[in-house]
């Protein structure tokens, strides 16, 4: 479940209105989210605080003065058409301005869908961009969201010559010209996601230009042949942007996992922590440039849920859960 599903349900959830999987899925959720289940605990007191107020009793005068306000606004209100209509000149343009209100819209209901599609992200070649992928407008721009977050729409682990969806999801804080999208890829995972080979390696997977706030959503296609974890860069670069650029562990198996791994343990750089997460869980973990200062670790395997928090809590980060990625950030909270 992502974070907007269980913030959207919050009210529902508290009245008890949801249906029980529901319920428990929005539970768990809360269990593994911080971020979520602050915003749980801080509705149900705003809550306690309302219900505490006592009633105040309007004055008896109230309604009818409410009343009497809003008639004597009614009758000196003049329809604002109706004050265009009123001049002569005006006439013809407004009958102008709705004839081709009428031909646009007919047109944009008219035109196929990929036109849409293929306008809402401008790419820097020729490609048609699928189904389901656009920029829109951001429902809510927060401070503790990052400008990169990574989703995924196969399962993990991934299997060895099994295709992976990957889904780059770039919401920047501030406007962005010409930005671009870079990935270098690590030798022996394959993507089949065409892009723009740049001199100091890796490839151009998408090139644009943001609002703050929006949303872009870049399908990203991967695979490997071997197994192991692999570690895949991305980048987000633009002018006058100082980048934010994070690491994707990828687990890929030659068939499922039949070892169990108890513990994760050991005086471990950030990096060497996620490979062995991602490892060990079978999850796919992605983490901004955190820093690389070894740190001794001994965490217990159980839900991936549970290793990824013990993990941020260790090292003051935050973490989210986008369509079974999960991604680990630093943050600064205001």
């Not at 105040?56 to 009497?68: I, S």
């Not at 036109?115 to 961009?129: E, M, T, V």
Request: with cysteine; proline share 7%; net charge neutral.
């Amino acid at each position: 479940m992502r974070c907007q599903q269980a913030l959207d349900r919050l009210s529902d959830y508290i009245e008890g209105t949801v249906s029980p999987p529901m319920q428990i899925a929005l539970e768990n959720h809360f269990a593994e989210c911080p971020s979520c289940a602050r915003e749980l605990a801080s509705l149900r007191e705003c809550l306690s605080l309302l219900q505490q107020l006592e009633p105040v009793d309007p004055p008896a005068d109230f309604r009818a003065k409410v009343w009497a306000r809003i008639e004597a606004q009614e009758q000196a209100a003049v329809p604002w058409w109706r004050a265009l209509l009123d001049r002569p000149a005006q006439r013809v343009r407004v009958a102008a301005t709705a004839v081709a209100l009428v031909v646009f819209t007919a047109a944009a209901l008219l035109l196929p869908k990929s036109a849409f599609d293929k306008s809402a992200i401008k790419l820097g070649y020729d490609w048609p961009l699928p189904q389901g992928f656009a920029a829109k407008p951001a429902a809510d721009l927060f401070t503790g969201r990052p400008d990169l977050v990574v989703s995924s729409r196969s399962k993990s682990p991934l299997a060895v010559g099994e295709e992976a969806a990957l889904v780059l999801e770039v919401q920047p804080k501030q406007d962005l010209k010409d930005a671009r999208i870079v990935v270098v890829r690590p030798e022996g995972l394959l993507s089949s996601t065409r892009g723009i080979s740049i001199p100091y390696g890796g490839r151009i997977i998408w090139q644009g230009s943001l609002k703050a706030g929006d949303i872009v959503s870049v399908p990203l296609n991967i695979s490997a042949r071997t197994p192991g974890v692999y570690r895949l860069l991305i980048r987000l670069e633009a002018a006058d942007y100082p980048g934010y650029g994070c690491r994707v562990f990828v687990p890929v198996t030659a068939s499922e996992r039949t070892e169990a791994v108890t513990f994760i343990s050991g005086n471990l750089s950030m990096d060497e922590l996620l490979a062995r997460t991602a490892l060990a869980t079978g999850i796919i973990v992605a983490s901004d440039l955190s820093s690389q200062r070894p740190l001794p670790v001994n965490i217990p395997v159980t839900t991936p849920g549970r290793v990824v928090s013990q993990i941020c809590s260790q090292r003051g980060l935050a973490w989210s859960v986008s369509d079974g990625v999960y991604n680990i950030y630093e943050v600064e909270y205001k």
